[in-house]
């Protein structure tokens, strides 16, 4: 009778079932130490190399690490419904493999990506230090608003003081402000933290578009159902999408399409060199 009632969670493979435990203990240890004064974030989450936050084990402490219940959950469902698909199919060795392949070519293709567009914001940021001018930084911020915006700066309020010191170009204060705002600029972007198993989750989606690729699915937003191949693509284009066209962006979309990207080399790499998976 006992067996009647079993949990679903009680059948998922042992890989999946531990990285899911492991990510709720985390958030669980997030949200009981953070009041206390204590912030996992600062040791465990992704930096920018150049933060002084930055250690070389965020690479794979950052995929246990979720900035909060919805995020988690996501992720989790997402892990637990394909995860335990390839696990069974990969055994549990190869699978937590992929898993963590993915996962730190996620965050290889994300500190890239924020590399090109963090190396000319300080380029630009060092020219301006060297002969400050009021041309130099309207230009700076004509050219960088979309990351001024996505960091929280007030974009109206600087394009006011960028256009009254092109009114004023020899009125004092004006270029020390400039500058402050500038190197704070900087200071936030570089120090913003990545976490989140995504970029290993949408690995594991796209291997298991790529094994089951006719397996009809059921979306929740639209309720349509669509075979796994097409939603994986509809993803990845999308995450493309969003990528280039909000730098910035809270979102690691190259994380998620890196994961997808290592995953889809990794499982045509195992095509050749082996005719089994397990």
Excluded: C
């Excluded at 990969?90 to 937590?96: C, D, K, V, Y």
């Amino acid at each position: 009778m006992a067996s009647m009632f079993r949990s679903p969670f009680a059948q998922t493979p042992t890989v999946t079932k531990n990285l899911i435990i492991i990510n709720v203990i985390m958030l669980l240890a997030t949200f009981i130490l953070g009041p206390r004064g204590i912030d996992l974030n600062r040791w465990f989450a992704l930096y920018y190399p150049a933060s002084e936050n930055f250690m070389f084990t965020q690479f794979i402490t950052h995929m246990f690490m979720h900035g909060g219940l919805t995020h988690l959950f996501f992720n989790m469902f997402a892990l637990w419904m394909f995860g335990r698909v390839l696990e069974n199919v990969w055994g549990p060795r190869r699978f937590l493999i992929f898993y963590f392949v993915t996962g730190l070519g996620a965050a290889a293709l994300h500190t890239f990506v924020n590399y090109l567009e963090i190396a000319p914001v300080v380029k630009a940021v060092k020219a301006f230090s060297n002969t400050p001018s009021p041309d130099l930084f309207s230009m700076f911020v004509n050219q960088y608003q979309g990351i001024i915006k996505n960091m929280g700066f007030d974009l109206p309020q600087i394009i006011d003081f960028a256009a009254s010191w092109l009114d004023k170009p020899n009125a004092s204060g004006y270029e020390n402000e400039a500058m402050a705002f500038m190197n704070k600029l900087v200071q936030v972007r570089i120090n913003i933290p990545t976490v989140g198993a995504s970029g290993a989750v949408f690995g594991v989606l796209l291997g298991f578009g790529m094994l089951f690729p006719n397996t009809q699915l059921m979306l929740l937003f639209p309720p349509i159902p669509i075979k796994a191949k097409y939603m994986v693509i509809a993803y990845g284009v999308l995450e493309l999408v969003l990528g280039l066209s909000m730098p910035g962006s809270n979102v690691a979309h190259f994380a998620h399409l890196g994961g997808m990207i290592f995953g889809f080399f990794l499982i045509k790499y195992w095509n050749k060199t082996t005719n089994t998976f397990y």
